[in-house]
């Protein structure tokens, strides 16, 4: 029988850190002590005031099926978050909860998104993105940035980049891969351009709001003008660690909330009960419940850039959010290291994987064909081990 896959399926590409992570799973099942760095995910437990309050729910007997958007309650606790923690004033209608801040993405695209339209990704992005993009046929249009810029745009870039068709922006700050925080006065330059175009749409990506060290998280739609024309996406993964729960929202104008709402109907309905019980405990507790994971994330920081910093050709700069490094090693394309010749960051992070054990992911997934990425999220015992595993792979 032929292949009767549909060609929407055929032309979407494989997330690059999932396949990474697969492959460094496949290794460790023929037992190859693999260290993986090439997830974005907390190797914190859940809080277990958070799991108290599922343990709750269940006793409670929350088990229905729930509202497509959410609780109602629910989404007057993120409409409380945002007012605490953003500064930005939401009704509950403004607010849909999904199965993940993925999910509440593709929601907003598949619903502002025609055939044809062009969606700017300020680069380096998360990998799944422009995938999503291109499941709504639209274009996904990179705007690159470098370490020397430490991996921002600048408002002359974003001007250049927009044309007639362009219908959104994809911003994400603190950003997933390169760790960099744009300032409140960043983001007010950003948002002089895009005042002149007021058929443009932003989508802010904040997941990382929390895990921050050091510049203020500021929220895109906090700018007036910015508002009515952004959506605010958030979730539960990486500052509760909570990546299983599967729990993402979104903050937005409530003609784009509610067709969220009838995208959701007819792919997965409503969130699942007792991780939506749990979610209000953890929104509705301080944000300091949770600052032993940011302090010891910035330890591990400084640790992983110590280390890498005395390695021969990786090229660094400061990340002041998230739990990522993103070194430049475009030092070594065109070298051979130990018989094997190193083109690009994909056969960089082929070569760490096979030759040190360490599990990374290619920059090419993320716009930014110079580097890689490296998660710190894993103990300092796993970093000191990985690094020095990478240090010996490299200088011999």
Not at 187 to 203: A, G, H, M, R, T
Not at 253 to 271: E, H, L, R
Request: charged share 20%; glycine share 6%; hydrophobic share 40%.
């Amino acid at each position: 029988m032929t292949n009767k896959l549909s060609i929407r399926i055929n032309n979407l590409p494989v997330s690059a850190t999932l396949e990474m992570a697969a492959k460094a799973r496949e290794l460790k099942e023929n037992g190859v002590d693999i260290i993986g760095l090439s997830l974005g995910e907390p190797d914190f437990n859940t809080p277990d005031f958070i799991k108290n309050a599922a343990i709750q729910a269940i006793e409670d007997n929350y088990n229905s099926y729930t509202p497509v958007d959410g609780y109602l309650d629910l989404k007057k606790s993120i409409c409380n978050k945002f007012q605490r923690d953003n500064g930005l004033y939401y009704k509950p209608d403004q607010i849909v909860v999904s199965t993940g801040a993925k999910q509440s993405i593709a929601n907003t695209i598949q619903v502002l998104i025609n055939p044809g339209d062009d969606v700017l990704l300020v680069a380096p992005y998360w990998v799944s993105y422009s995938a999503i993009v291109m499941l709504a046929e639209g274009n996904p249009i990179e705007i690159r940035s470098d370490i020397s810029t430490d991996f921002k745009i600048t408002p002359i870039q974003l001007e250049n980049s927009i044309t007639k068709k362009t219908k959104m922006v994809i911003i994400n700050s603190p950003n997933n891969p390169s760790g960099s925080v744009y300032s409140k006065e960043e983001f007010l330059e950003l948002s002089k351009v895009l005042e002149k175009y007021p058929e443009i749409y932003i989508l802010s990506d904040e997941i990382y709001e929390h895990i921050n060290y050091g510049v203020p998280h500021f929220s895109f739609a906090k700018i007036p003008s910015m508002y009515n024309r952004t959506i605010t996406v958030n979730g539960l993964a990486k500052a509760f660690a909570m990546t299983g729960w599967r729990i993402g929202y979104v903050g937005a104008p409530n003609w784009i909330a509610k067709a969220c709402t009838k995208m959701q109907g007819q792919i997965t309905s409503g969130t699942n009960c007792i991780a939506q019980r749990a979610t209000i405990a953890a929104l509705d507790a301080s944000v300091n419940e949770i600052q032993y994971m940011v302090d010891e994330f910035k330890e591990r920081r400084k640790l992983i850039i110590d280390l890498l910093s005395q390695v021969k050709g990786i090229k660094l700069n400061q990340p002041m959010g998230a739990f990522y490094v993103f070194p430049d090693i475009s030092y070594f394309f065109g070298k051979t290291i130990k018989g094997k010749k190193i083109e690009n960051a994909s056969d960089f992070a082929i070569f760490l994987l096979e030759k040190s054990h360490v599990a990374t992911v290619t920059g090419d997934a993320f716009g930014s064909p110079n580097n890689i990425r490296i998660s710190y999220a894993a103990s300092q015992e796993q970093i000191k081990k990985a690094i020095n595993r990478i240090k010996k792979a490299i200088e011999g």
